[in-house]
C-alpha cells in the first residue's frame, strides 16, 4: 500500500513522540530495526529542541539542575513539538509544563512564572518593531493646544513587555547573575517593564504598581482625559524609561 508524502511525515512526527512505531514509517531496516531507527531518531528529535529550551530558559535551569530541567524539556518537546523547521522561536508553553511536575512546584512554587518571564524575554528579542505614520513625535508635544491635551494619545513602542509577576522576578534574576542572595525576598508581587535595546538585549527595570497600571492604561490606547489622574502623576517617570514612541490626538474628543 502505497503513501502520500504528507502521510509519511504525519508517521513520522507521530513515531517521534512515541505516538507511532517504526513499522509505519516506511524506514528501511537492515541491521538495525525500523524500531531502533526510529529510536535514534528519536533521541536526536528530543536533544536537539531539550538544547533550545536550555538556551530559551537558562534562569530555570539554573534553579532546578540540569537533570531535572532535562526531564521537564524531554515532557515539552513530546507535548508540545516543533511545528516548524525554524525552532528559533520554540518554546511556548513551558510553564504549563513544568506545572506538570508536582515535586517542582512545591519545591519552587515560583519556577513556573520564571518561565514565563524567560519566554517573554525571548519573545520579545524576536519581535519586529513596525513603523507608525500616524503618530507624532514627542518633540511636537509642545504644538498641541491647552484645549486638545485631554485627547492626547501616548503610544508605546512594540519593543516592551509589561511585567506583572507574584513573584520578585527581576531581582531574582539579578541575584542569580551575581551570586547575591542576600536580602531577597522571593516572595513579593514585582511590577516592571521589558525593554529590547538598539542591541536588541533586554534590559529589566522595575517600577511601582501606579506606574504599571499607566503603562497597562496607555497600552490599550486610552486618552488621557480617560486615565486617573492619579496614574497621570506617574507621568513624567514613565516618559524617562523612553518607552514612549510617540502620539496621537483622537479625532472624536478633539475640539
Known sequence: MSHSLADVQLEFANALRYQNSGEHCDIVSDHFTDEQRIQIYRNNFVISLSEVLAATYPLTEML????????????????????????????????????????????????????????????????????????????????????????????????????NSSYTMIALEQAIYQQQFDGLDINQPEFGVLIRAENSQVESHCVTEECHQLLTELQSGQTLSAIDPLLLQHLNTVMALNVISGFSINAELET
Open 64 to 163: 532546578v539542575g540540569e537533570e531535572c530541567f532535562q526531564q521537564m524539556a524531554r515532557r515539552h518537546v513530546l507535548s508540545y513539538p516543533s511545528t516548524s523547521g525554524d525552532v528559533s522561536g520554540y518554546g511556548e508553553h513551558f510553564e504549563q509544563t513544568i506545572q506538570a511536575f508536582p515535586a517542582v512546584i512545591e519545591a519552587a512554587p515560583y519556577l513556573a512564572e520564571v518561565a514565563l518571564y524567560e519566554w517573554k524575554k525571548d519573545s520579545l528579542m524576536r519581535c519586529v518593531s513596525e513603523s507608525h505614520v500616524d503618530q507624532r513625535p514627542l518633540s511636537c508635544l509642545a504644538d498641541v493646544p491647552q484645549e486638545q491635551q485631554g485627547a492626547l494619545v501616548f503610544h508605546l513602542q512594540d519593543s516592551i513587555t509589561l511585567v
